[in-house]
């Protein structure tokens, strides 16, 4: 007759979970049982079983956010996630933009045409936007800002001299600087 091994606790009993860091090891034990091993930067392992245990543990969720060193908010955010689309809504994935840019290099070139007629940024936005693909005036003036700075450090390198100093304005002293040092040098005998 074979025995069955249950990781599911009788109801009344709550099991202990320990989360064991060994180098760059994670282990996880469920009332002493070893069920699952991963590296401690697999952001993605982590989130799908911390979401399994809450989901099938009869434990607090505070205390299995606490055991793996999240808010329990969080965890409930993951649950969310994981009863709406599976373990595949807790992979981690990049930030920021992912498709395609609208600022071509296209673009930009129509972006300094319209600048050197003397045209304001959110005048060229208006112009060069489009139905489904609208353009902000302060993406335009970011653009233009970037490559004339590219431009300066180019003219830079052709005179050998550092990108840091070419085009920058020299801020002008105060004026009650200028006397308060002209007093003190006059003082010196200077």
């Known amino acids: ?3 069955q091994l249950s990781l599911i606790p009788d109801p009344g ?9 060994v180098g760059d090891h994670r282990a996880i034990q469920v009332g002493g049982h070893a069920v699952a091993c991963y590296r401690r930067d697999d952001v993605t392992s982590e989130r799908v079983i911390a979401t399994q245990l809450a989901e099938t543990l009869a434990l607090d969720a505070c205390e299995i956010a606490a055991a793996f060193g999240m808010h329990p908010v969080t965890l409930s955010r993951l649950r969310g996630q994981f009863r709406a689309a599976g373990a595949q809504a807790l992979i981690s994935r990049k930030r ?3 498709g395609p840019t609208k600022l071509t290099p ?13 045209l304001s940024f959110r ?3 208006r112009r060069v936007s489009q139905p489904g693909r609208e353009i902000s ?10 490559t004339s700075r590219s431009r300066l450090s180019e003219s830079c390198l ?3 001299r550092s990108w840091r100093s070419c085009g920058r304005a020299v801020k002008r002293p ?8 002209a007093d003190a040098v006059a003082t010196r005998g200077l």
């Open 158 to 160: 052709l005179r050998k």
């Open 96 to 98: 920021g933009p992912k």
């Open 137 to 146: 005036y302060g993406s335009v003036a970011l653009a233009l800002k970037a």
């Open 13 to 21: 009993i709550s099991p202990r979970l320990d989360v064991i860091d």
């Open 123 to 125: 005048a060229i936005a």
């Open 174 to 181: 105060r004026r009650s600087w200028c006397l308060a040092r």
């Open 106 to 118: 296209r673009l930009l070139a129509r972006f300094q045409e319209l600048r050197e007629e003397g």
């Open 1 to 3: 007759m074979a025995s």
